[in-house]
């Protein structure tokens, strides 16, 4: 497992230590399946990208389990074309931006591409589970979603709750996807923190010689990590997590901790960041 540094340890960091410590990459590779264990409320974010036999999720070694979801859930995005997850023999199809919870006591979970040359692209995301939920397939166009913001402030945006309350129920894991329109750029500013769950930021749909600027730290004590896409960025409860691209572009929001309501954050003041 992976430990990242504390707050008071981050003002310190050069680029490059900011980057290994708080940015990840490279989790989706052609034909496997990439997996990250890190000790933000124990997330493992991974990737994976069938382009020939279907792929298998399977427990790495840290977690000291007999099978992925033993102890734990799955959130499952996909971001590339059209593909399958069988879960214990169920089969579901998933189109671009769908995505599938798979719940506690799932013993196998396959991962697979309808064409190889356009495989898909699957971001997952998983925390201990304390309770059962179960599978559940969730479409883009089933979504509760909610149009945000103005362009004026350039951050007109669609967001979209998969996983929540609301909706599809899960022991602790929330997720969902954003969506910043045509001429529209910022994202989560005003910015916040959580006191009582971390989140990560999966920034994907940029265009090659696009980028976003991530702003993370404590609120007087900002950095900044410049993210490209399908790269993932840590936001431990002390830390903001907002962002401004070159382009419009999507993220993948998911948190994880000890409360589920999507309203419970600390607004951080215009005046306060520096």
């Known amino acids: 497992m992976e430990h990242l540094p504390d707050a008071y340890r981050a003002r310190t960091l050069s680029t490059d230590a900011l980057r290994s410590s708080f940015l990840v990459q490279g989790l989706f590779t052609l034909g496997a399946i990439t997996l990250r264990h890190l000790d933000l409320d124990r997330v493992v974010l991974g990737g994976a990208v069938p382009t020939g036999a279907p792929l298998t999720l399977e427990a790495p070694a840290s977690m000291a389990a007999e099978y992925f979801t033993e102890r734990r859930e799955v959130g499952i995005l996909n971001i ?69 913001g103005s362009s004026e402030r350039a951050n007109c945006r669609r967001l979209a709750k998969y996983i929540h309350p609301a909706g599809v129920r899960s022991a602790q894991l929330v997720m969902g996807v954003t969506e910043l329109m045509s ?36 609120p007087a004590e900002t950095r900044h990590l410049i993210v490209r896409g399908e790269e993932v960025v840590l936001s431990p409860h002390w830390s903001i997590h907002s962002g401004c691209g070159t382009s419009n572009y999507a993220f993948c929001w998911a948190m994880g901790g000890e409360n589920q309501d999507f309203a419970d954050m600390q607004a951080v003041d215009m005046g306060e960041i520096k």
């Open 80 to 148: 590339g074309e059209r593909g399958a997850i069988t879960v214990d023999g169920a089969r579901y199809a998933m189109d671009r931006r769908d995505a599938l919870y798979v719940g506690r006591g799932s013993k196998t979970v396959v991962l697979g591409s309808d064409d190889s040359a356009r495989p898909a692209r699957f971001y997952i995301v998983s925390y201990p589970a304390h309770a059962t939920h179960p599978t559940t397939h969730i479409p883009r166009d089933s979504a509760t979603a909610s149009d945000l």
């Open 183 to 218: 001429g529209s750029v910022w994202n989560t500013m005003p910015s916040h923190t959580h006191s009582r769950r971390s989140e990560v930021y999966l920034y994907f749909d940029l265009p090659n010689d696009a980028v976003v600027v991530h702003l993370m730290g404590e």
